[in-house]
């Protein structure tokens, strides 16, 4: 039995109504009985992970359209990230994966090299940025 299929298992004892999403490289897959229902849901092609376990996915830039998609039919949907071990809710994932990026950004800027309109344009930019997230992390929590 593969080591994410063990997961999967041990996580739906805990809490069986919950679906699982996990990051797999540069995919998001569902397993077994939620790759089924998922798979007819969002038209996603099945395949197999193993001989007896069922797999379906889309790639990872894909992940805020289809979690849109399943919470609109009312699923609660955890994405589990293998890297870190840990599970998150579809919306929280989505959200700090979203502060991680605007940081990294952030962190590639030179403000050496600009210009002081650029510089502005940068600070209004970023102010409006962040108040996106405010808006985003206080409706979610």
């Known amino acids: 039995m593969s080591k994410l ?3 999967y298992l041990l996580l739906k004892r805990q809490n069986p109504s919950i679906l699982y999403l996990f990051k797999s490289g540069f995919f998001y897959i569902f397993l077994a009985e939620d ?3 998922m798979s007819s849901l969002l038209n996603l092609k099945l395949t197999n992970l193993n001989n007896t376990v069922l797999k379906c996915g889309f790639p990872i830039n894909n992940l805020s ?3 849109q ?3 609109d039919f009312g699923y609660e949907v955890h994405i589990v ?3 870190t071990e840990q599970t998150h809710s579809s919306s929280e994932y989505i959200l700090n994966s979203d502060i991680k990026n605007f ?3 952030l962190s590639e ?3 050496n090299t600009l210009s002081i309109s650029q510089a502005y344009s940068f600070t209004e930019n970023i102010s409006h940025q962040a108040k996106k997230f405010i ?3 206080e409706m979610k929590f």
């Open 135 to 137: 808006k985003r992390w």
């Open 81 to 83: 990230d293998l890297d």
């Open 65 to 67: 359209k289809y979690s």
């Open 103 to 105: 940081i990294q950004k």
């Open 109 to 111: 800027i030179d403000s």
């Open 35 to 37: 790759a089924k229902k």
């Open 69 to 71: 998609f399943i919470e």
């Open 5 to 7: 299929y063990e997961k």
